[in-house]
């Protein structure tokens, strides 16, 4: 459905993206680095009304919001969105990223860190 609405679906979390679809929010990889790359996280509604409509709609009313998620991890989204220092949490720091870790793989840590303004730095 995105390609036939003009769009570019992507399944590595490196790349760049602007809108992130989620059926619902889990905290894993993915979110975070949409979240520190500023993307609109909306919900599936967002492609099927789109694709009824034949273009992209405006993500501002698609916006997936979960009230307990958000308070668990005390983040509201919207806010999000409006933080100009989203993607910079980072910024100015160095890390050094061991291939032993066990929830999330070296790889992802790197582009998580660095996707927040981290640098990474060799052994």
Do not use: C
Not at 17 to 36: Q, S
Not at 46 to 72: A, R
Not at 87 to 105: E, P, Q, R, T
């Amino acid at each position: 459905m995105i390609k036939d609405l003009g769009g570019t679906p992507i399944t590595d979390i490196e790349k760049n993206l602007d809108v992130f679809v989620a059926k619902e929010l889990i905290r894993n990889a993915k979110l975070l680095y949409a979240i520190n790359k500023g993307a609109k996280i909306v919900s599936l509604k967002w492609i099927t009304d789109s694709k009824k409509e034949g273009k992209f709609l405006d993500t501002e009313d698609y916006i997936l919001s979960d009230k307990k998620f958000e308070q668990k991890y005390s983040l509201k989204l919207n806010d999000l969105y409006n933080n100009k220092g989203t993607g910079n949490l980072m910024k100015g720091h160095s890390f050094y990223v061991s291939d032993n870790i066990k929830s999330i793989s070296s790889e992802h840590m790197k582009a998580l860190i660095t996707s927040a303004g981290g640098i990474i730095v060799p052994e």
